[in-house]
């Protein structure tokens, strides 16, 4: 009983998070047909898709390894035949899958009820290119959610810096705006971080607004983040290894 | 040889923090670390069907030792050789050869049955589903379990849960047991169902089971072999029977006395530990144990007499405590 009622809390969180912004933007467009450089029907579409790209690319269950590793409980891990990478990534895809499917039920239920100007993608080398941009922000944020899980080997306090984390993702990854109504040297910051690429990249090639020079070159600087970040999990995850101490409670 | 262990060394660095707020800034500031050594220079080596108790006192290093071997802790230097395999490398072959208990740490899903934890363990194991059956079965009918294990494990009592953790540690046949204090805080009968399933396991399955706790019980039960360590070194490796007669240099009588006895009159017999008219405990030395029985048989009104070996128990606190003099 106490699972199904936290289950129907959390889905009415979701879907009241993204009510906020859209009418947000409803109210701002109110009057105006143009808006930074968007029309009402692309800003609208842009907020209803965070959502669905939060459940896909955003949604993880290794918010857990820092206290895992702090408690001790990481030594049921150690000691069995798992890998642990592989076995995160298993979970998130299960986690992930389960998430869209509840997201696309709830936006198919916002389309009737508000009944939004949206605007449909029909180019396949578009929908390609935005899947594979979509595969690279959950490569990046599953890795970079990690890293910060890894924290835990060396200290007690995992959620402070993750905290911080959600604060500048909030900003920089595009959830609650698109990126490019910043003023451009924002814009060029939040360009040369590994954030852009979790939700602003691919809704921005989904939306058709990106010329194919540019959606190869994000595609590209979006390896070379994967590649990094790929990297360092691995590399803290060994260090993180040698001092772990197997204590807790 | 199925485990070799050759001068192993593990340190700590842990942080100190004074205590208070001034104590917490400097911390922030300037953090302070000092070295712990956990285990200093310890070798041994065990065979193959082997059951070896390890024993210490708290802080002593045992539970460091055994996660080095389990391949949990990364050792500052030494090496180790487990069936052939380096344990810090937690290869995929040597952890389906092991299996770790820990009587203080769960392994089992806290909210779903036993019965889930177990076929979760067959999928990581790799365990055939033939195989499977037959050993969940067997253990499952050992431990009389059988209506508990749809039972959420949160709501299963002490013993029960051990009961289960024992058995989804076993699923898989391992050939090495790691058991940490696998009785503490247990009844007495759950103790012995415990020592009865390790002691059959290890019959059947030729497995090598090493062993820390607390409980002299457990060492007298299960281990013909101890290893001793106190402070991060060993102190003593050699068989139980030994190790009281070696540290042992005295027997116990025990006097049940007929009528009182001024204390001060054993002095001639040996050292009067314990007086509680009429029961009377003197230690003697080893060699004239029977010279003062029989001295005792002759000058006191003795009703009943019994000559033994002294506790395991004070014998190994004999030993922490010179050791820390």
């Known amino acids: ?249 | 040889m199925a485990i070799s262990v050759s001068h192993l060394v593990k340190h700590y660095r842990i942080h100190k923090k004074e205590p208070g707020f001034l104590g917490s800034v400097s911390s922030l500031l300037s953090p302070h670390y000092e070295q712990v050594s956990a285990v200093e220079d310890i070798s041994f080596s065990i065979d193959e069907g082997e059951l070896v108790g390890f024993i210490g006192p708290n802080g002593a290093g045992k539970t460091t030792t055994l996660k080095c071997l389990t391949g949990l802790l990364y050792p500052t230097s030494g090496s180790i050789d487990i069936l052939g395999y380096i344990p810090y490398e937690r290869k995929t072959p040597y952890l389906k050869s092991i299996t770790l208990v820990m009587g203080q740490k769960n392994q089992l899903w806290w909210d779903l049955p036993a019965a889930d934890t177990f076929l979760l363990n067959k999928e990581i194991y790799e365990i055939p589903d033939v195989q499977y059956k037959k050993t969940l079965a067997e253990y499952v009918e050992l431990m009389e379990v059988e209506n508990l294990i749809n039972v959420q494990v949160r709501k299963l009592s002490l013993g029960e849960r051990m009961k289960m953790e024992l058995i989804a540690a076993l699923l898989h046949k391992p050939k090495i047991l790691f058991l940490d204090e696998p009785t503490i805080g247990l009844d007495v009968v759950m103790q012995k169902k415990i020592r009865d399933f390790i002691r059959i396991y290890n019959k059947q399955n030729r497995s090598t089971v090493l062993l820390t706790t607390h409980y002299m019980e457990d060492v007298r039960q299960l281990a013909s072999r101890i290893i001793i360590i106190d402070h991060g070194k060993l102190l003593y490796d050699g068989k139980l029977d030994k190790l009281v007669k070696q540290y042992a240099s005295y027997k116990i009588l025990s006097i049940i006395l007929g009528s009182y006895i001024h204390p001060d009159a054993f002095k001639e017999i040996g050292d009067l530990v314990d007086y509680n008219f009429p029961r009377a405990i003197v230690r003697v030395p080893r060699g004239g144990s029977n010279m003062a029985a029989a001295q005792l048989l002759q000058k006191f009104p003795v009703e009943d007499l019994n000559i033994e070996e002294p506790n395991i128990e004070d014998i190994v606190r004999d030993i922490f405590t010179k050791i820390q003099k």
């Open chain 1, 1 to 249: 009983m106490i699972y199904r009622l936290n289950f129907i809390f959390w889905r009415l969180r979701v879907v009241m998070q993204i009510l906020v912004v859209y009418f947000l933007w409803l109210a701002l467009f109110s009057g105006r047909n143009e808006l930074f450089g968007y029309n009402q029907s692309q800003m609208l579409t842009y907020v209803l898709l965070t959502s669905l790209a939060r459940s896909i690319i955003l949604s993880t269950t290794t918010m857990e390894i820092g206290s895992i590793i702090n408690q001790g409980n990481l030594s049921n891990y150690l000691i069995r035949p798992i890998n642990f990478f592989r076995y995160y990534i298993a979970r998130d895809i299960a986690d992930k899958s389960l998430n869209v499917l509840f997201s696309i039920g709830e936006i198919a239920l916002l389309y009737v009820l508000l009944r939004p100007d949206i605007y449909i993608q029909s180019d396949v080398t578009m929908i390609a290119y935005g899947t594979l941009a979509v595969c690279i922000g959950m490569t990046l944020y599953f890795y970079f959610s990690l890293l910060l899980g890894f924290l835990g080997f060396w200290t007690p306090d995992v959620w402070g810096p993750r905290f911080l984390s959600f604060v500048i993702m909030e900003f920089f990854a595009g959830g609650l705006f698109p990126l490019d109504i910043l003023p451009a040297p924002l814009f060029a910051l939040s360009k040369s971080l590994p954030f852009f690429y979790f939700i602003y990249f691919p809704i921005k090639i989904y939306l058709g607004q990106l010329p194919i020079q540019e959606i190869i070159r994000g595609i590209f600087l979006g390896s070379v983040w994967v590649g990094v970040l790929w990297c360092a999990a691995r590399m803290v995850w060994q260090k993180g290894l040698r001092v772990y101490t197997a204590e807790g409670k």
